[in-house]
């Protein structure tokens, strides 16, 4: 089974909209971590946010936010007033405790920024 | 803080050869590190997790004597695809788990054609 979903494969907005990625874990741990990472053209991941599983606080940094609820197991992203330069494919990951380290991914949205 | 190198960033070579990937993280010791594949339009599958002077973890289905890794120091870790075959063309990505931060750092990845 899944354990981190992003059901969305494609989404496509016009500059300056707002856009919200969807992601759906599954665990039985009461400790992990989730994680968001942005893959631009280049193919570089690139680190975007870390959350514990202890902290159901929501997280803003500049147009991004990140929307965590334990109740339904989600994990969303949403990015305000979209740019061309958001245009990626970006993923949701697990971390487990007992998981040496290792990191489930989803299967990653392709955002397309249009101006 | 927390870059990842990763050289070369492309390389082609002929059916029968081997080609040596390296990752190092540059400002920050890494006791784990990983290697993974990405095909084009697909999530990352994990290839191995690679352990400081011990022997790497390979996952199901990932021939280790094909994918030599080798985990010498706490920031620097080599990827040696043998014999390397045109199936083995794809992108390599390598990351560094920084310990106490929870999070697994990037590298650029490594785009293997094999002709």
């Known amino acids: 089974a899944q354990k981190v979903t992003q059901a969305q494969t494609e989404i496509s907005v016009v500059e300056k909209e707002d856009v919200t990625l969807d992601c759906v874990y599954e665990?039985?741990?009461?400790?992990?971590?989730l994680f968001w990472y942005k893959q631009p053209p280049s193919g570089e991941l690139v680190f975007l946010i870390r959350r514990n599983s202890f902290d159901e606080q929501n997280e803003i940094s500049g147009r991004y936010s990140w929307n965590f609820q334990k109740s339904t197991s989600s994990f969303n992203f949403t990015i305000t007033a979209s740019q061309v330069v958001d245009s990626a494919v970006y993923f949701c990951a697990l971390r487990e405790d007992d998981s040496n380290y290792q990191l489930i991914w989803g299967a990653g949205t392709k955002l397309i920024i249009k101006p | 803080g927390a870059v990842v190198s990763q050289h070369p960033s492309w390389v082609i070579c002929k059916s029968g050869t081997s080609v040596k990937i390296e990752c190092r993280s540059l400002d920050f010791q890494a006791t784990t590190m990983f290697w993974y594949r990405q095909f084009p339009k697909q999530s990352l599958m994990l290839m191995a997790t690679?352990?400081?002077?011990?022997?790497?973890?390979?996952e199901q289905g990932v021939e280790k004597d094909k994918f030599l890794i080798n985990h010498a120091s706490l920031t620097l870790s080599t990827l040696t695809v043998t014999s390397a075959h045109p199936e083995d063309s794809s992108f390599y990505i390598c990351?560094?788990?920084?310990?106490?931060?929870?999070?697994?750092?990037f590298g650029p990845g490594t785009r293997l054609l094999v002709l």
């Open positions: 665990t039985r741990d009461t400790t992990y971590y």
């Open positions: 690679s352990n400081e002077g011990s022997k790497a973890t390979y």
């Open positions: 990351s560094a788990d920084w310990q106490g931060q929870e999070t697994q750092y």
